[in-house]
Structure formats: structure tokens, C-alpha cells
T-cell receptor
Framework: SAVISQKPSRDICQRGTSLTIQCQVD?????MFWYRQQPGQSLTLIAT?????????ESGFVIDKFPISRPNLTFSTLTVSNMSPEDSSIYLC??????????FGQGTRLTVV | GENVEQHPSTLSVQEGDSAVIKCTYS??????FPWYKQELGKGPQLIID?????GEKKDQRIAVTLNKTAKHFSLHITETQPEDSAVYFC??????????FGAGTRLTVKP
């Protein structure tokens, strides 16, 4: 399966600032997704990153807070904007080619202080 | 939308014993059911998957069974080893859409 390189792996940020997380896939994929995972919890879908168009957000997540870019079929970014301590979490990107398996980056552990 | 429930939330077994984790899903249109293993500080890794046209799939010590009528699927790990200790997630999806995940099972294999 393909490999996703996600960075940064972790960061500690001041409240009110923004952090951009990047994911690079080593091959073209049809779909890319962004998930949030609270420590010890399951994965919650934030949005589907659409190539060349606006991302599709799940209920409870909005573009102003989590802007997403996907300029091509191998790269996507998620920005966590105007951060508060409640945004402290693990953020994961995922890729999927058609109906094949979905694979994940190693995650970004974000702490907002 | 799809809702996936997973049980148990924690499971502790003795090395060499078997472990079984069960999931149910709500959307009868779901047709792809993967299982992921997540170790501390890492992203989920696919360990086995099954599609709706198959009832059972096995890969060495790991097997998955699917009951479409009852909308449930299970992960079976035989001859468990300490390195099997991790959090396991089941998921369901339809077509090429996103995965919907269960709550996770923390498996501990005691030597």
C-alpha cells in the first residue's frame, strides 16, 4: 500500500495561533480524509479533502476553523485555526485509492497551551 | 449515516489464548470492513479486511468473519503474543467513501 508522510509529528502551540499539518502520499490517491482522535478515543472524521475544490466537512466541523487544501492527488494540508486548549488532539490524514484499503499517516499530536 | 459499535472496550488475555473482538454496523449498504491496529504514538495500520461478498477471511493467526444478515463482523486472533497488545479498531464503509470507526478495543496480552 501507499505511504503517507505527515508532519509535524507533534507540536505545542499557543492559544489563538494556527497550525498547518501536511500530508504527502508517495502515489496518487483518489480520496484523502482528515480525522481527529482524542487520546484514548476513536477516530472522528473532520472532512474529505477534494482535489481542486472545497473540502466536504462533517457535522460539527467548519471551514473557517479547519481550512483544508488539496492542490493535487498526492498532497493535502489541514490548518487548525485560532486554537484553544479544546483543539488539543491527534490529527490524522488518510488516503484511499478507489475502494481499496485506507492507509494513515503517523498522526500529529497537538497540544494547545 | 453509518454507526459502528465495538465490544469489548478492553480485553486482557494470557499469551497463547485467543482474542475475539466484535462489531456491529447500521448501514446495510456498507460493503467493506477493515480492521486496524494502532500502537502508541502511531497511526492505525490495516491488519485484515473483508468485503461483503465474503463470509470469512484468514491471514495466519488473524481471521475476520462477516454476517451480513445480522450486520456484524468479528476479529479473531489466535495464539496471541505480547506484541499483539495494541488498540484495535473496526470500521465500515461503502464504495470509496470514508471509513466510520468503532470505539476501539484495548487488547493486552499478558506473558
Amino acid at each position: 500500500s501507499a505511504v503517507i508522510s505527515q508532519k509535524p509529528s507533534r507540536d505545542i502551540c499557543q492559544r489563538g495561533t494556527s497550525l498547518t499539518i501536511q500530508c504527502q502520499v508517495d502515489s496518487q490517491v483518489t480520496m484523502m480524509f482528515w480525522y481527529r482522535q482524542q487520546p484514548g478515543q476513536s477516530l472522528t472524521l473532520i472532512a474529505t479533502a477534494n482535489q481542486g475544490s472545497e473540502a466536504t466537512y462533517e457535522s460539527g466541523f467548519v471551514i473557517d476553523k479547519f481550512p483544508i487544501s488539496r492542490p493535487n492527488l498526492t498532497f493535502s494540508t489541514l490548518t487548525v485555526s485560532n486554537m484553544s486548549p479544546e483543539d488539543s488532539s491527534i490529527y490524522l490524514c488518510s488516503g484511499r485509492q478507489g475502494t481499496t484499503e485506507a492507509f494513515f499517516g503517523q498522526g500529529t499530536r497537538l497540544t494547545v497551551v | 449515516g453509518e454507526n459502528v459499535e465495538q465490544h469489548p472496550s478492553t480485553l486482557s488475555v494470557q499469551e497463547g489464548d485467543s482474542a475475539v473482538i466484535k462489531c456491529t454496523y447500521s448501514d446495510s449498504a456498507s460493503n467493506y470492513f477493515p480492521w486496524y491496529k494502532q500502537e502508541l504514538g502511531k497511526g492505525p495500520q490495516l491488519i485484515i479486511d473483508i468485503r461483503s461478498n465474503v463470509g470469512e477471511k484468514k491471514d495466519q493467526r488473524i481471521a475476520v468473519t462477516l454476517n451480513k444478515t445480522a450486520k456484524h463482523f468479528s476479529l479473531h486472533i489466535t495464539e496471541t503474543q505480547p506484541e499483539d497488545s495494541a488498540v484495535y479498531f473496526c470500521a465500515a464503509s461503502k464504495g470509496n467513501n470514508d471509513m466510520r470507526f468503532g470505539a476501539g478495543t484495548r487488547l493486552t496480552v499478558k506473558p
